[in-house]
């Protein structure tokens, strides 16, 4: 995606600033020891409900609205995990990545889809992203591939890692007021590497929210 500068937030590790990719960097801390970043971290109870839409059944996992408008294609292209958890952790990882642009297709940080599949620095980082569309008057038109996703459970089973590739060469800016789209030449930039903390909702059957996320930008191993 052809990006521009984002604001820091202190509340996660930045050493790079980008749009819609992850305000962190390749050098996090979730592989130390081989132990998951954030694997005590409880997830939130979401305080609001999902609005009625005429959005497709398949569009609505757990009750919740993360359908998007046609010109905005998100592709998971990953194989289901084995394990339950990891299965359910890796859907509600592509969920978070959905309700993000779902933010920015609806302009506003306050969507149901948000509270429902992030909690603490997850919403913050979320909320960065979306944010930063809204300031710059863009929204985002195209396609953006996510693939060669794994996945690691904490062992206490409550947190789970969710990593993957993402492929944002052929996904691109678009101003609101104009619907001019902003396509640049193909690079590195296009590639970066993700993990996203999902931490299991206490009172969730089988929802997961995610709580840090992290990015590794120009990953050449992603191309």
Known sequence: MKRRPLPVVAALTVTTALLLTACGSGDDKSSDNDKIAGAGQAGETPKESASASGAPAGDKPDGVDVSLPSDMDLVFDWEKPKDKNEAAAM?????FVRAIYRGVDKRTTKDASLVAYSTGDGTKYAKTQINAR??????AQGTRRHYQATTRSAPNGNSVEVAFCVDSSKFYSKEIKTG????GAPSITDFDYFKI???????????????????????AKCQ
């Open 91 to 95: 859907e509600d990882a592509a969920n």
């Open 134 to 139: 809204l300031d710059g008057g863009w929204t």
């Open 180 to 183: 001019k789209v902003l396509k």
């Open 197 to 219: 903390i999902m931490v299991k909702l206490p009172t969730g059957d089988g929802l997961w929210q995610a709580s840090k996320v992290f990015v590794e930008a120009k990953a």
